[in-house]
């Protein structure tokens, strides 16, 4: 990745100017070799932080799916269930509703509707499937919910009895929950590593810019030591 490379870039920035000696004396702070080392280590921890996020970010997505592993499945076995109790037909229908909106399904498509263009535009047929995970944990909890309301739901059936089936509601809206945590973590190590490495006069890659054109001062555009800054390059990615 271009984070990567230019803390790279900017180690051997800091390298080249250490072989300068004496030579490289900077009045600007900041362009200094002790201030260059303390910003590149800097940078290089918080490479190591977003890198860690990230990893904990995908580890709590994988931990999730499979906590919503056949979730599907679980909630037409609800539904079996309360066939097999014989409970009143409008009961049914309240399952399968729920049933189908865990599964992203519909038993009618819905009307579609105007396009936010302009009313003159065809019509767009209306998005339904509530796939998404919150979505997904909501409509089983609302599932539960009304199965325990009941009075009359009764199985031996260890994962499909009302005190387990409250458990996995809550386990997914923990899941959700720690998911949007670790999310939270990662943008804030990212939006850290872009203020150190791109923003602001004091941004690593807006430092090296300084340096090198201090270099050109000090040696000449057309020294040895101006052609070894032009081999080092940075590349600025686009940040908000």
Known sequence: MSHAKNV?????LVDICTGYGGTYNPGRPTLQLKAM??????AQSSLQHVSQMRHAYNSMVNNRS????????????????LLSLQVPRHTIQDARYYSRLIAGR??????PVLSEDSEEQPLKARGFAQLSYVAKASNFSKLVQMVEALGVYVTHEPDLMIP???EKAAHLK???EEVHKAQVAL???MMQRDRLMY??????INNASAIKHYVRVVFGTRSTEADQMTDVSFTKPSVK
């Open 199 to 204: 923003k602001g006069k004091g941004a690593m």
């Open 106 to 111: 519909r038993a009618t498509p819905r009307p």
């Open 66 to 81: 499979d906590a919503f592993d056949k979730l599907e499945v679980q909630a037409q076995r609800i539904v079996g269930t």
């Open 37 to 42: 080392r303390a910003l590149l280590k800097e």
């Open 8 to 12: 790279v870039s900017y180690s051997r």
């Open 187 to 189: 943008k804030n190590a």
């Open 174 to 176: 923990h899941m959700n």
């Open 164 to 166: 387990a089936l409250k």
